[in-house]
């Protein structure tokens, strides 16, 4: 069992900056991946920006280039610092963790998601 707590989300204008941060009940080293989704509404969820338990990360194209996931190891927390925010940014955000429980099993955990309005 994986609890992920979220913050660091709320109403900034276009242009502007936000970190996001999750902080895991368990060790992030030994999660196979954790990663950020967003929701806007009347749309799929998206994956915005993950990173693996070697510290490779991946990037929708739409962010790139604005946002970064990073992680503190020592602190169990991943974070998404998300620069030049447009208003299309503007969705709620869940932080989401794969953990791998053997070779043909994982399940994802989700944390209860943050809202992140970008106003233009």
């Known amino acids: 069992q994986v609890q992920l707590v979220e913050s660091g989300g709320g109403l900034v204008q276009a242009g502007g900056s936000l970190r996001l941060s999750c902080a895991a009940s368990?060790?992030?080293?030994?999660?196979?991946?954790m990663g950020w989704y967003r929701q806007a509404p009347g749309k799929q969820r998206e994956l915005v920006a993950g990173?693996?338990?070697?510290?490779?990360?991946n990037y929708a194209d739409s962010v790139k280039g604005r946002f970064t996931i990073s992680r503190d190891i020592t602190k169990n927390t991943v974070y998404l610092q998300m620069n030049s925010l447009k208003p299309e940014d503007t969705a709620v955000y869940y932080c989401?963790?794969?953990?791998?429980?053997?070779?043909?099993?994982?399940?994802?955990?989700w944390g209860q998601g943050t809202q992140v309005t970008v106003s233009s």
């Open positions: 989401n963790a794969n953990v791998q429980y053997s070779r043909d099993s994982s399940y994802d955990y």
């Open positions: 368990v060790r992030i080293f030994s999660i196979n991946a």
């Open positions: 990173i693996t338990r070697s510290g490779s990360t």
